[in-house]
C-alpha cells in the first residue's frame, strides 16, 4: 500500500511511463506553445533533483520553492519529497507593483523556515543574485536552478525513510487576518486528504477511464493550497492528466480558462467566486457559441464566499453552452486542514438557505429579499473528516441551525504551525464535551444544516453593533447588489470605534471607472440596501478605485488592512489621485 506520494509517483511511472501527467499551456492559449511530462519523465526530473539534496545531507531540512507558473516547480516540489525534506512553496517577486510585498512576503518567509536551500527556475535564480541589497538573508543560503541539474543524477537517488507524521511542506497561511504561518503539512495529511477530495468529487476508477484520464484543467497558482492540493497533487495522486496555465494568463483573459475546459474536457475544474464573475464579465456572444462545457462535471468554488447570484448568472450565461447547474461545486477548506474540509455532493444542484439563529437567539443572516442573497451550502464533510459548529468560549457544540466557530478532526487536520508552540496549542489542540479531540479551531463561523455546511464569515471579522452580531460578507453582498458598477467581491465591510456611539459600520467598494459620475447615487443606494436588509444606519461609505482593496495571495479582502487604510487616509479615492 502506497504511503506517501513518493510511493504513487514510483507506481504510475512504472505501470504508465508515457501518459502524461501535466500539460502546460506556456501562452494560457490551446492553440499556443504547450509542454508537456510524461510520469516516466517526472519521476526521473524528481528523484534527480531529490538525488542532489540527498547528496548535501538536506533531509528534514526546509527548501523554499521559487518558481514562475509551470511544470518545473512540480518537478521541485515533488523533488523535495523524494528527498525526505520540507518544501516550502513561494512567490517569486515580479513585476514592479507587486515587488515591495513580494519581498517581504519572502523576507518573512526564508527567516520563519529558516530554509537552507532555495529552488527555482533559472531567471528567478538569476534575478535573485541581483537582489543581495534588498535581500540580505539570502547570505549563505545556496541557490539552485533544478533545470541544471543533469538527469544522471536519478541514478543516486535513495528511497526516504518518511512515516506518516514526516512533515512534507509548510503550506504558508494567505495571511487575511494575520501574519502568514508556516503549516506543517505531513505525507500522512497529504494522503488522507487526497483520498477525501477523490470521493468527494467523485473521482472514481470508472470515471478516470470515462474521461480518459483528462480530469483536470487549472489556471490556479500552485503555490497556494487550493491550486497545489486540488488539480496539481490529485492528479499525481491518481495517476491522471492535468492541464495547467498561468493565473495571469487568466487574469489578462478569462476566457482563456472556458476555451481550455472546451477543448480538454476534464471533468474537474475551478476557482474561488471571483474567477466565475470574471467570466460572465468577459463573455461574448462569439465566445459562447464556440465553446462546449458538457462535460464539465465538478466546478468547484471556494477559497472566498460562494455567491448564490453568481452561481445564477453563471448557469444562466452558459447553459447554452452545455454547463448544468448541477456542476455547480461549493465547497469548503483551509490550510489547516491541509485542503477540503466539505464539498458538495456531485450531480446534484448547490443547496441554498436563509437565515440562521446565533447562540443569543438573534438572526444572522437576514431574511433573503431573493435566491441572489441566499447563503449557499459548502456541502458536507468528507469521509474520516469530523466538522462541529461550537461555541468558541464555552467549547460546547452547538444544535443544528445555530451559528458558531467551525472546529474539525480527522487524518486531514495538520500537525500545527511551524515553530509556534503556543499557536498551536490554541488553534489545532482544541477539547469539546462528548467528542474525541483534539480539534482545529478554523476561526471561520458557520452553520449546519441537514449536515450541511453554511460557511458566514470569519471570527475576527465580526462585527457587534449595538449589541447584535453582523457579519461582514453580507453587508458587502448588500453593498455590491445595489449597483452595477460594483464590483463583485471587491467590497470590504468593517466597524469603526467612534466615541460616544461605539462602532459603527464602514463600507469600502471598489467602483468601475465608467461610473465616477454617479458616486453619490452609489453611495446612497448602499446606505439604503444595508439598511433596509440589516437595520443599519452606515457610518461611512467609500469608493476606491479598481484593484486597490487590499487583498491575500489567494484573493481574499483584507478587511483589517483596509481598515487600518481608511482609518490612516491612505485609500485610493474615486475622485482622488490613483494609487500605483
Known amino acids: 500500500m502506497a504511503r506517501s506520494l513518493v510511493d504513487l509517483l514510483t507506481l504510475h511511472a512504472s505501470r504508465q511511463p508515457d501518459r502524461t501527467a501535466y500539460r502546460y499551456l506556456v501562452t494560457g492559449d490551446c492553440d499556443g506553445e504547450i509542454q508537456d511530462i510524461s510520469y516516466a519523465r517526472l519521476a526521473e ?16 531540512s526546509r527548501v523554499m520553492l521559487l518558481y514562475p507558473p509551470g511544470i518545473e516547480f512540480i518537478c521541485g516540489y515533488l523533488g523535495c519529497l523524494s528527498a525526505g525534506v520540507v518544501a516550502v512553496p513561494g512567490l517569486p517577486p515580479h513585476g514592479r507593483s507587486q515587488n515591495h510585498r513580494a519581498l517581504l512576503r519572502m523576507k518573512r518567509l526564508i527567516a520563519d523556515a529558516d530554509a ?18 534588498q535581500l540580505p538573508e539570502l547570505a549563505g543560503i545556496t541557490c539552485v536552478a533544478t533545470e541544471d541539474i543533469p538527469d544522471e543524477a536519478a541514478g ?36 488522507d486528504n487526497e483520498r477525501v477530495i477523490t470521493e468527494r468529487m467523485g473521482h472514481t476508477p470508472d470515471v478516470i477511464e470515462e474521461y480518459g484520464h483528462e480530469l483536470f484543467v487549472s489556471w490556479l497558482p500552485v503555490y497556494h ?28 483573459r478569462p476566457e482563456r480558462w472556458l476555451t481550455a475546459i472546451s477543448r480538454y474536457r476534464p471533468h474537474t475544474s475551478g476557482g474561488p467566486n471571483f474567477a466565475y464573475e470574471l467570466c460572465l464579465k468577459h463573455i461574448t456572444p462569439e465566445l459562447l457559441d464556440t465553446l462546449d462545457l458538457s462535460r464539465w462535471k465538478v466546478a468547484f ?45 456531485v450531480h446534484a444542484p448547490p443547496t441554498l438557505a436563509t437565515t440562521a439563529t446565533a447562540p443569543d437567539g438573534s438572526a444572522t443572516a437576514p431574511e433573503a429579499r431573493s435566491v441572489d442573497a441566499a447563503a449557499v451550502g459548502s456541502g458536507r464533510p468528507g469521509p ?15 444544535p443544528h441551525g445555530e451559528v458558531g466557530e467551525i472546529w474539525v478532526s480527522g487524518a486531514s487536520v495538520a500537525k500545527g504551525y511551524w515553530r509556534n508552540a503556543l499557536a498551536t496549542r490554541h488553534t489545532f489542540r482544541a477539547g469539546l464535551a462528548g467528542h474525541e479531540g483534539p480539534f482545529l479551531r478554523t476561526g471561520d463561523l458557520g452553520f449546519l444544516r441537514d449536515g450541511e455546511l453554511f460557511v ?14 453582523h457579519y461582514p460578507q453580507d453587508l458587502e453582498l448588500s453593498a455590491e447588489m445595489s449597483h ?52 443599519l444606519p452606515v457610518r461611512d461609505v467609500v469608493l476606491v478605485h479598481p484593484g486597490t482593496i487590499p487583498k491575500t495571495s489567494s484573493g481574499k479582502i483584507q478587511r483589517r488592512a483596509t481598515r487600518a487604510a481608511y482609518v490612516d487616509g491612505t485609500l485610493s479615492l474615486v475622485g482622488g489621485p490613483e494609487t500605483s
Not at 506518516?164 to 503550506?171: C, G, I, K, N, P
Open 45 to 60: 526530473r524528481s528523484r534527480a533533483i531529490a538525488a542532489w539534496l540527498q547528496e548535501r545531507g538536506l533531509a528534514g
Open 116 to 133: 537552507q536551500v532555495i529552488l527555482g527556475g533559472r531567471e528567478v535564480i538569476a534575478a535573485l543574485a541581483t537582489m543581495a541589497e
Open 156 to 191: 543516486s537517488w535513495r528511497e526516504p525513510d518518511l512515516t506518516a507524521d514526516s512533515v512534507a511542506f509548510l503550506q504558508y497561511t494567505s495571511g487575511s487576518t494575520s501574519a502568514p504561518r508556516g503549516v506543517m503539512v505531513t505525507h500522512g495529511n497529504l494522503m
Open 225 to 252: 493550497d487550493m491550486g497545489l492540493i486540488g488539480p496539481v497533487l490529485n492528479a499525481a495522486y491518481l495517476g491522471v492528466t492535468a492541464t495547467l496555465f498561468s493565473p495571469l494568463h487568466f487574469l489578462q
Open 301 to 345: 468554488n471556494g477559497a472566498e464566499p460562494v455567491r448564490a447570484a453568481t452561481l445564477r448568472r453563471f448557469t444562466d450565461t452558459f447553459s447554452p453552452a452545455g454547463f448544468r447547474r448541477e456542476a455547480l461545486y461549493p465547497c469548503y477548506g483551509l490550510a489547516e486542514a491541509t485542503l477540503i474540509v466539505t464539498g458538495s455532493s
Open 384 to 398: 474520516g473528516i469530523t466538522l462541529v459548529i461550537a461555541d468558541p468560549e464555552r467549547q460546547e457544540e452547538l
Open 456 to 469: 458566514t464569515g470569519r471570527l475576527k471579522d465580526l462585527m457587534v453593533i449595538e449589541g447584535r452580531n
Open 484 to 535: 452595477w458598477a460594483l464590483r463583485p467581491g471587491c467590497t470590504a465591510a468593517f466597524s469603526v470605534d467612534v466615541a460616544g456611539e461605539g462602532e459603527q459600520p464602514v463600507v469600502v467598494a471598489e467602483t468601475a471607472p465608467e461610473a465616477v459620475g454617479e458616486s453619490e447615487k452609489i453611495i446612497d443606494l448602499i446606505r439604503g440596501a444595508i439598511g433596509e436588509a440589516h437595520g
